[in-house]
């Protein structure tokens, strides 16, 4: 039995379990200094002057860098990754996104806005170098709310964005929308706030950055999702300089999330510093710098509308979205609540209209961009959102309408109204299959039980669907002297498991030792080019480009076989990891047929010649076609009227990620998945204060990670439905949970506290929202 | 000049004594004067649990204490606990039941749940939730963890 589609336990462990993993704070370089970047502590100022006279001649200074110097050099700027062209107003005109600087020169705009970049021979001496660092600020008035943005009047982010308008952007069409809500027996509306969260990968962000004089050539360490992305960016755009003067490697990443696809300012500045002061430099964020400077997630408000027909069929779909950019629109940002989900605002739901207006809000806050699903979590939450408050305002049951709007298996592939084209999928069985797992009928008795107890139980209920695949990434498969395997990805995983995933596969279609083969991954030059890691794609780059590049290996070792065995080449089948001539027990291994061919003197001359890489073969997926992973999401929960609390009791998921390739590693994904998504809907929540726009939530002691306390244990099942638009079948599960997790969370609290009259519910609802809510409730029912 | 302050203490059963500054963390130490990276940093507030070790055989955050206090006691990191061929139950525990994803948070995790599992040799699902609320995982949603903790408790008790 082959390796695909079994639960082999992963090879990267045996170094992270014995404590020898190599993150970027692991890598040791002799003589290496210690960056410490000195933030603006005010939310909006404009900057006097810098003098850094007195912290140059600290003990332990070797330098400061400021912006005004990196101006002068002809430094870069940072930027966003749609051009100007791709993404604009629905009016044609095109969107603003600021300009951001490595370090601000005359502005700050955030609270964490990196001001100078101290360089130290200990993190102590570079800290309190930065104290004596002295920047004369003129505060300026400064917005970090959405709604204070958007206030007439209110204090400008950047002076050539009225309104603190970034973008305005729309998809769909207003006026049939707007006929078909003319026809509707019956609206749902709904206001919804997605709020506004930090990433916090376990491990920070961190660069570590050296210059060779001699040669010229820049290496980078970071912490990202992908190597190539980072060096493109920092040589293109930032040093520019050629793409071959700068390696960046992308050691073992601890969690990612979104947060590492970018390039952040101290990426660069590391390399700016080693040039300068001639000696390694390394960057790490701590936790408190990290919630300042790291892009945070979601922040939007919607107001969404739902028209139905009598029979509580979906007639329009009109959402009006306003959204936080931050300070600056940088990497994905601009698009995350635009492009990036417009293909699934409609959800699993024949949709016949929508009208989807999106507003890009600036505000003096630390820029967002990609969080887990990056746009498509906030879209599943809004329709299924509104969903539930439909079937309770119709009377229908949550199963029932869904059941009557889904798109059904035999229309498909179904091309929806937004444009996606859903190739396969099985809502109704997924639905069905964890109603059963859920035990949904059982649900009353369980709720009475409850009441006994004096908790209010609910059940809530949502139906994901994300689209994923796109982009490309290379894979090269090459054989070594020594009788490895390696394969050079363009993907770069920071807990994925890729070196087992994808070894499994190298080791099926080739039949080579799974333990003889090794990843090669997040390296500028010693891997092949790729996009990196993220949105739930890497399987689909790289597992369909393996297929492609191994076929391309057993072509020619055939032709070599063929030659070495003195037959001729429709004679030879390739089988069991050997070529074989047919009819006969005459056979040769593939790695002793790689090895005659890299070392090249057993072959014909004109063979030698044309395979000068012996059989070293590159393949990348670029066949057209998206994935679309979908599941059902069960949550029941139980609520403490007097305390508030709200505890998970149970949390069930069918999904449809088409092929499974380890069950083991993508049960992970969903189950971390999902917890990021309880964790949004109940307990974490990034708050800058009203009228500063000083971050309030700065560390773990006033910011709430989910912890094993708050989380229940896992109901995960799937049914492989297989995606008839890539060789392997997947549909990608990296990203699901999440997209899931949150509304069917909060249907559930919403079930719970209905019968108490509560009307509204909005994330996060800690212990204390609810217990206010509660309270509100009670006292209007007095009224 | 800084002043530094001697400290003696054995690590993974080697003696080791220093000249440190009287602020070196604990973690600083291990990390940046023995190169004992396996233990990591995930913040600054005493609230991860990444760099989590043994002082005595009891598990400490080793960010909350300075590298002073722990003078003249036994240390055990996450290198000291096992190796790669010989792994602790623990650790195979951790890698039979997925317990990890991108790692960071798991040397941590294991140290705590080696002290734990101690006290405690066949633990509910639910002991093990309350005794790791100190060690934050982004990852894996805890699912797996609270499996390779039990898994990992019952493999030491008949070890
Ligand atoms: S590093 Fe977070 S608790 Fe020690
Ligand atoms: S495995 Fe990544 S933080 Fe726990």
Redesign the pocket.
């Known amino acids: 039995m082959g390796l695909m589609s079994q639960p082999i336990r992963r090879t990267e462990d045996g170094r992270f379990i014995t404590g020898r993993g190599r993150y970027v704070d692991d890598v040791k370089m002799e003589g290496a200094a210690i960056g410490y970047a000195l933030r603006s502590p005010y939310a909006h100022a404009k900057i006097m002057s810098i003098d850094v006279e007195a912290a140059k001649s600290a003990p332990g200074v070797i330098g400061i860098i400021t912006g005004a110097e990196l101006e002068a050099a002809g430094i870069g700027h940072l930027g966003a990754a749609f051009p100007a062209s791709f993404l604009k107003n629905r009016d044609g005109t095109p969107r603003v996104d600021g300009d951001r600087a490595l370090l601000t020169v005359d502005y700050v705009r955030y609270v964490g806005e990196p001001v100078a970049f101290v360089v130290a021979e200990s993190l102590n001496a570079a800290k309190d170098a930065a104290e004596q660092i002295l920047v004369d600020y003129e505060e300026l008035p400064a917005v970090g709310l959405i709604d204070e943005a958007l206030d007439p009047g209110a204090p400008l982010v950047w002076p050539q964005a009225p309104g603190n308008i970034a973008l305005d952007w729309a998809q769909g069409d207003e006026a049939a929308t707007d006929a078909a809500f003319d026809r509707a027996a019956h609206v749902t509306r709904i206001d919804l706030v997605n709020n506004r969260v930090v990433v916090n990968s376990m491990e920070p962000r961190g660069a570590f950055g050296t210059y060779d004089k001699v040669t010229g050539q820049y290496e980078l360490y970071a912490t990202s999702q992908g190597s190539h992305p980072i060096a493109d960016t920092i040589a293109k755009r930032i040093l520019r300089i050629p793409p071959e003067r700068l390696r960046v490697i992308t050691p073992d990443v601890g969690g990612g999330f979104g947060l590492k696809m970018s390039t952040f300012a101290e990426y660069p500045l590391v390399l700016i510093a080693s040039e300068k002061f001639g000696m390694p430099v390394k960057w790490m964020s701590e936790?408190t710098e990290a919630f300042q400077s790291d892009s945070h997630g979601r922040d939007l408000k919607s107001h969404a509308e739902m028209a139905f027909d009598a029979g509580g069929r979906i007639l329009g779909y009109r959402i009006k979205t306003d959204f936080n950019l931050g300070a600056y629109g940088l990497g994905f940002g601009p698009g995350i609540q635009s492009v990036v989900p417009m293909f699934v605002v409609g959800g699993v739901y024949k949709v016949p209209v929508v009208y989807n207006h999106v507003r890009a809000v600036f505000t003096n806050t630390v820029p967002v961009e990609a969080y887990r699903g990056a746009g498509r979590p906030e879209a599943a939450y809004i329709i299924e959102r509104i969903m539930d408050l439909a079937a309770r305002e119709m009377g229908l049951s949550q199963d029932e309408i869904r059941l009557r709007n889904f798109i059904q298996s035999h229309e498909m592939p179904f091309r929806s109204y937004v444009g996606a084209v859903i190739d396969s999928g099985d809502f109704q069985r997924n639905l069905h299959d964890c109603l059963r797992q859920a035990d949904w009928a059982g649900f009353p008795a369980r709720r009475a039980e409850a009441e006994k107890r004096g908790k209010l139980r609910g059940r809530g209920l949502a139906y994901y669907i994300e689209k994923t695949a796109g982009g490309a990434s290379a894979v090269v498969i090459s054989f070594t002297p020594a009788g490895r395997v390696e394969v050079g990805v363009g993907t770069s995983a920071h807990g994925q498991g890729h070196e087992t995933t994808f070894a499994a596969i190298v080791a099926d279609k080739l039949g080579v030792p799974f333990d003889s083969i090794d990843l090669i991954q997040g390296d500028s030059i010693r891997a092949p080019w790729g996009g990196g890691t993220g949105g739930s794609r890497s399987l689909w780059n790289s597992g369909n480009g393996i297929l492609k590049a191994a076929d391309a290996v057993i072509d020619k070792g055939r032709e070599v076989a063929a030659a070495l065995m003195d037959t001729a080449q429709d004679a030879i089948t390739f089988e069991e990891g050997a070529f074989r001539v047919h009819g006969t027990n005459q056979f040769l291994p593939l790695l002793e047929v790689a090895e005659a061919a890299r070392a090249g003197s057993k072959l014909p001359p004109e063979l030698k010649a044309r395979l000068e890489k012996g059989l070293d073969s590159s393949g990348t997926h670029e066949e057209k076609g998206d994935t679309f992973p979908n599941g059902c999401h069960i949550c029941e929960l139980e609520i403490d009227p007097d305390t508030g609390k709200v505890s998970v009791i149970s949390y069930d998921v069918v999904d449809d990620f088409g092929f499974v390739l380890n069950p083991l590693i993508v049960a992970g994904q969903v189950h971390g998945g999902v917890a990021q998504g309880i964790g949004q809907a109940l307990l974490e929540n990034c708050l800058y204060e009203p009228g500063t726009a000083q971050l309030l939530s700065g560390s773990?002691m006033d910011y709430t990670m989910p912890r094993a306390d708050d989380l229940p244990s896992f109901g995960f099942t799937y049914n492989e439905i297989l995606c008839t638009t890539n060789p392997l079948g997947i549909k990608g599960c990296g990203e699901a949970g999440t997209v899931g997790a949150a509304p069917a969370v909060m249907n559930a609290v919403l079930d719970a506290l209905w019968d108490k009259g509560v009307r509204e519910v909005d994330m996060p609802m800690t212990a204390l929202r609810v217990w206010e809510t509660l309270q509100r409730a009670a006292a209007k029912a007095a009224v | 000049m800084i002043d530094t302050v001697t400290v003696m203490f054995s690590v993974n059963g080697n003696d080791v004594s220093a000249a440190v500054e009287p602020r070196t963390l604990l973690?600083t130490f291990l990390r940046e004067h023995l190169g004992l990276t396996g233990t990591?940093?995930?913040?600054?507030?005493?609230?991860?649990?990444?760099?989590?070790v043994h002082l005595d055989g009891r598990s400490v955050?080793?960010?909350?204490m300075l590298a002073v206090q722990a003078d003249g006691q036994a240390v055990t990191t996450i290198e000291g606990l096992g190796t790669p061929e010989k792994l602790h139950p623990m650790q195979a525990a951790f890698n039979e039941n997925h317990g990890l994803q991108c790692g960071f948070c798991t040397p941590?995790m294991i140290m705590s749940a080696v002290d734990f599992a101690q006290g405690n040799p066949s633990p509910t699902p639910h002991e093990v939730r309350e005794w790791l609320e100190?060690n934050?995982c982004r990852c894996t949603g805890y699912h797996n963890i609270v499996a390779s903790v039990e898994a990992g408790a019952r493999a030491m008790a008949k070890a």
């Not at chain 2, 005493?46 to 760099?51: E, H, K, N, P, R």
């Not at chain 2, 955050?61 to 909350?64: I, M, N, V």
């Open positions: 936790r773990f | 973690v990591h940093i995930g913040c600054d507030t005493s609230q991860c649990g990444a760099c989590v955050k080793s960010c909350t941590g100190g934050i």
